[in-house]
């Protein structure tokens, strides 16, 4: 989980354009996208990027208590994205849960609890970052474009990630 003061990475979920495809490609994202929104959904997508002194990141995405998306980062992996698709109105609750691994300045590892929470407020279309901060205690989602924003207000400790049932797929805390 890339640490917030780091920077931003490029969205590179985008699926390549197929030769000849321009506007009628646009045109069905469009409306395929407005169809989800007018439905009462949304579709949005996460990046993970492991932090220059991250060893390992094992994170799972819960929104609405589902898990929805697993990230699992380390030298050789060192990106991962994911595209939600969630029903419902918002907002959304999230939970990010996991354990990353951290390499300490005298060359030891430390391991931590990855457990932050957040509300998304009209998430559809957007590209979002899972970013760390306060040494890595503070985990969160933080929209591509206001990234050096800083921490977003209500981002918190979801105490719903309980390691073990949290791996049998629903944190506690989210019925």
């Known amino acids: ?10 969205p590179g979920w985008l699926p390549p354009r197929p030769r000849g495809a321009g506007p009628r490609y646009l045109g069905a994202f469009l409306l395929l996208t407005g169809l989800q929104a007018a439905a009462g959904g949304a579709r949005f997508h996460v990046i993970d990027m492991v932090d220059p002194i991250e060893i390992s990141e ?11 998306a697993r990230f699992r980062l380390d030298a050789a992996h060192p990106e991962g994205q994911a595209e939600i698709e969630i029903s419902g109105a918002g907002p959304h609750e999230y939970a990010l849960c996991g354990r990353i691994t951290l390499r300490k300045l005298d060359g030891s590892s430390e391991q931590r609890v990855v457990d932050g929470g957040g509300t998304l407020i009209d998430p559809d279309g957007r590209v979002y970052q899972a970013l760390a ?3 890595f205690h503070i985990f969160y989602l933080a929209p591509s474009d206001a990234v050096r924003a800083g921490i977003p207000e209500g981002t918190h400790h979801s105490g719903a990630c309980d390691l073990p049932v949290a791996a049998a ?7």
């Open 1 to 10: 989980m890339r640490a917030g003061r780091e920077g931003h990475a490029s």
């Open 58 to 68: 094992d994170t799972v995405l819960f929104v609405d208590g589902h898990q929805v």
């Open 133 to 135: 901060a306060g040494d």
């Open 169 to 175: 797929g629903v944190p506690r805390g989210f019925s």
